[in-house]
């Protein structure tokens, strides 16, 4: 099992930028797949960007509304993954969550799963207009 816990949350005006980051403890950190998702209120959850196992850049997948303005990373000697944000819009404010699923062998060695078990506690990101 892995635990995870985000920081780095806050206010922040339009056009501003903000960095989240997620510490995982417990499990190997460099045996498990990553993502940010987000959820305003009365809104669905969605994926914001996930990262395989390795940090790998070409495993990196973005939602459309975030591609050319986030970037996530994952740093497995630090056991984090950060989600950088920049050009923040008003429709970014939402509480961002990290998430992990353990990856899993494939023939051309591991996948990420589409399903992420393990969730940290949410930090709240809100962007004024």
């Known amino acids: 099992q892995v635990q995870l816990v985000e920081s780095g949350g806050g206010s922040v005006q339009a056009g501003g930028s903000l960095r989240v980051s997620c510490a995982a403890s417990?499990?190997?950190?460099?045996?498990?797949?990553m993502g940010w998702f987000r959820q305003a209120p009365g809104k669905e959850r969605e994926r914001v960007a996930t990262?395989?196992?390795?940090?790998?850049?070409?495993?990196?997948s973005y939602a459309e509304s975030v591609k050319g303005r986030f970037t996530i990373s994952k740093d497995n000697a630090k056991n984090i993954v950060y989600l950088q944000m920049n050009s923040l819009r008003p429709e970014d404010t939402a509480k961002y969550y990290c998430a992990a699923v353990r990856r899993l062998p494939s023939a051309g060695g591991w996948f990420c799963p589409p399903q992420y078990n393990y969730w940290g506690q949410g930090t709240q990101i809100t962007v004024s207009s």
């Open positions: 417990g499990d190997t950190y460099s045996r498990y797949c």
């Open positions: 990262i395989d196992s390795t940090g790998s850049s070409g495993s990196i």
